[in-house]
């Protein structure tokens, strides 16, 4: 666009698919919502990508763009959601290497990793006669964190139905695995 345009303006030609309009209110927001990422990510790479994409949320549905919209305050809108699925990914991801990091023993004495070893072999190998029902269930509850109601859900069976099959597995894998690997097992799984 040559010449200047008002906000409301821009606003308007965007709703109908104009780029010009586009990059004028990308071009008159951009720094504000890179530096509101920025403060709170401590990130300029990550800032940067999140305003990009509010951006191209912004330009992918601009047709449903409410007339007569402060469009800073819907970017905004659009940021902090941006932002809380952002931060939500990395505390997930954050919580699934403090996991991992907690199972990792930390140990130099060879006959204590060849036992650690031997366990994961076992427990995998329990894992693995359980069949394709009874196998989700189990990681669904003990690797991912989910309760006996959240499985029930997800898979559309009774709670009273998880329970009882988690009550099974759980008897299966005390039977099979050696005493002292369950042991050790459970307190990995609760770790």
Known sequence: MKEELTLSVAIDQLRSGNQDA???????????????????????????????????????????????????SYLFIMAR???????????????????????????TDPAVQQAYQQTLEEYHACLNELDEEHRTIFLLSREEGLTNQQIAEQLGISYKMVRR????????MRSQLQPLSFIILTLLILA
Do not use: S
């Open 81 to 107: 959601n941006c932002l809380y699925n952002h931060l939500k990914r990395k505390r997930k991801e954050y919580t699934v290497h403090q996991t991992v990091m907690a199972r990792e023993p930390i140990v």
């Open 22 to 72: 586009f990059t004028h209110i990308y071009h008159l927001f951009f720094t504000k919502f890179r530096n509101y990422f920025h403060f709170y990510t401590a990130r300029h790479d990550i800032a940067e990508e999140l305003t990009h994409d509010i951006f191209l949320k912004l330009w992918v549905f601009h047709e449903k763009l409410p007339p007569g919209v402060d469009i800073e």
């Open 165 to 172: 099959k988690m009550e099974t597995i759980l008897k299966m």
